[in-house]
């Protein structure tokens, strides 16, 4: 079988890995260049974009941001998973809000920004402090702005004057006072079968995910409930196919979405090392209506990203249950470079072994381990 | 970091799949086109056998009948793991004789029958029921016989008659009533640091393996030191750097070692899933000189070969801990075409797991699989 996926980075590779045992050949498409990569070594394969998409029984993305052009292409040969609204719901955060409300899931209360005259309005309804962020990305001037204080909103205003607010519209959201971040990712069948891992908690940094561990502690049973209540509902509302990831704020014991990521996700890396079967592999299951894999957790997991970072010592991997997972790519500032699992059976060795593991790694890299260990050695 | 690697089955493509995460690339030589070749797709690679040779880190190899001027070849470039003395070794039966006897290891009795003369000797000193191994593989003419009764020494006689013996001499050994078949697998580094995968039980059916299970059940403490000091002296003994397999007979409580596998093997493939590390990626550590990977096993995992049949559910991967390993190749009869791993969390609930998968399986393709299924429900 061939599955053929939109992008050509990490995640491809770590699909094609997963899927080879299984039989199944991966191929990755650069979407710029229209080139047809092998997904580990990035060479290029002679074929072309038309010859793959007709040779191939799936296609996947291993990012939301496809071009339109491309994902109308992948439509018409109707092998296309998740599908294209998932995509566009993934890619475009007015959909994505407007997929919550319909579906009746808590997020965090907004306002959509449509013309500079509406910005007054949405400061009024959601409060002192607020999150601007594009409804979509990859957009010049565009990006993330916060209103932390009444007076930051001078600056926002003249921020936005400059964009074209009709084209992309930008999200206000009210900044929620969470108690931490979780996600929960899965697998939805064609047949509406849904399977889903542990529950991960997520540590971000400027932005970026910097460490989860799965399970997740201290998730209450309803928690638990309402957060696969969550998934099996916003994948059922997109008549989902393959893996999902749902990104939620916990507060209380209430969950707001925050993310929907109509693929496998950084928060899932973990499955690699710490579930029976993990995410790359399901994904795969999932898309050529293959039996879903177990996703029962082995071992107690954690993830940590190697971000911009690639002068640390290699010897990281001599403590036991310690797994790189390198993406041979070239340095860049706040690139992903690779990421570390670190598997234990309790929340204290797993401490202990992440504090081994802070010694191979130059700290200021890993600005969210410190916190991470302390808080894991007190549970 | 690059390994070459001489051999393009499913060992390499294995090693690549375990590599890949590590940022480590493996190319395959396919030994007799001299090609070098992609490891899964084994698609050929632009590029010389004198310059992958040069290019790699590390030469290392899959099988150990490699021709001698490849294994000379490797030889003077300094790189190449676990060295052409392991691999001769394991190559040549009367030189893996004399190993186990310098190392002062048991092994079954046996006479080398360098001339047609030397077999009523070897009779007489071997007694009733005797195997006769032709002592390297893949000569016209040879490979086994087996004595059962006195009378078929006519038949074997006569067989002999036309062999070249004192180019490819015979080792006689005296047929061993053990218990069972077990292997140690493990890794040896650069500088002599060992560790050892659990020990596996083995079953074979028609010189083939076709079902292992680890950790092998009822393993005394006493057995358990023989077998890694029995590994120990060898690998030392061969100066080994890389995985290495050892196949014994128990007897009582004493082993007899009956292959030693200057490779990964076979049986070790159910570290896949059932070890914190496999024995591919271990290999890779410790021809690379990493540190090692924690040998420490998971999950009781059974591994069942697909042998010479395509003919199978592929719904058998919806069993919870089952996990298929297929190699890719054109079907032909008794050919490896696959595994499957299977985990479990007791000997019991992996025979109940079992029974379930063999209902996927046509069963004339593995003979050993209700038996051992019997077996562990018992344990």
Same mark, same amino acid.
Request: glycine residues 6%; hydrophobic residues 40%; contains cysteine.
């Given at each position: 079988? /061939?599955v053929?996926v ?5 995640l491809v590779?770590m699909m094609?890995?997963a899927a ?6 991966v ?31 799936v296609?996947t993305a291993e ?18 998973h998740p599908?294209? /609204? ?93 108690? +931490?971040?979780?996600?929960?990712i899965g697998a +939805? ?52 196919i393959g893996v999902l990831a ?17 693929r496998v996700h950084?928060?899932g ?8 079967t993990c995410q790359f592999e399901q994904h795969i299951r999932a898309c050529l209506?293959?039996?879903l894999g ?19 010592? !290699? ?59 302390? !808080?894991?050695?007190?549970?």
């Amino acid at each position: 079988m /061939k599955v053929l996926v939109f992008g050509a980075g990490q995640l491809v590779q770590m699909m094609y890995l997963a899927a080879a045992p299984l039989g199944v050949d991966v191929k990755a498409v650069d979407v710029n260049s229209r080139d047809i990569l092998h997904p580990v070594s990035k060479q290029k394969l002679e074929m072309t974009l038309d010859y793959a998409l007709s040779d191939a029984d799936v296609i996947t993305a291993e990012f939301e941001h496809v071009p339109e052009d491309l994902l109308a292409l992948a439509g018409e040969t109707g092998k296309f998973h998740p599908n294209a /609204k998932s995509i566009l719901t993934g890619a475009d955060r007015v959909r994505e809000k407007a997929c919550l409300d319909i579906a009746n899931i808590p997020n965090a209360p907004y306002k959509i920004i449509k013309h500079i005259d509406a910005l007054d309005d949405a400061v009024q309804a959601l409060g002192q402090r607020i999150i601007f962020k594009a409804s979509r990305d990859g957009y010049d001037g565009y990006g993330q702005w916060r209103m932390m204080i009444p007076e930051d909103v001078d600056d926002i205003r003249i921020a936005f004057a400059s964009l074209d607010l009709q084209t992309v519209p930008i999200v206000a959201e009210k900044m929620i006072d969470f108690e +931490r971040e979780i996600s929960i990712i899965g697998a +939805r069948t064609s047949d509406g079968k849904v399977s889903c891992f542990d529950i991960a908690e997520n540590l971000h940094y400027q932005g970026q995910l910097h460490v989860s561990v799965a399970p997740a502690s201290n998730i209450s049973d309803s928690l638990k409930q309402k957060a696969h209540y969550i998934f099996e509902t916003l994948a059922n509302s997109l008549e989902y196919i393959g893996v999902l990831a749902v990104e939620m704020f916990q507060v209380g014991d209430e969950l707001l979405v925050n993310e929907i990521a109509p693929r496998v996700h950084n928060s899932g890396h973990w499955t690699q090392n710490g579930a029976e079967t993990c995410q790359f592999e399901q994904h795969i299951r999932a898309c050529l209506n293959f039996p879903l894999g177990s996703p029962q957790t082995n071992k107690i997991t954690a993830m940590i990203n190697i971000i911009g970072c690639t002068s640390f010592s !290699r010897d990281l991997i001599s403590i036991p249950g310690c797994h790189l997972h390198w993406y041979g790519k070239e340095v860049r500032e706040k690139r992903k470079m690779g990421h570390i699992n670190v598997t234990a059976n309790s929340y204290f060795e797993l401490s202990e072994k992440l504090s081994k593991l802070l010694t191979f790694l130059p700290e200021e890299y890993f600005p969210k381990l410190a916190g991470e260990i302390r !808080r894991l050695k007190a549970l």
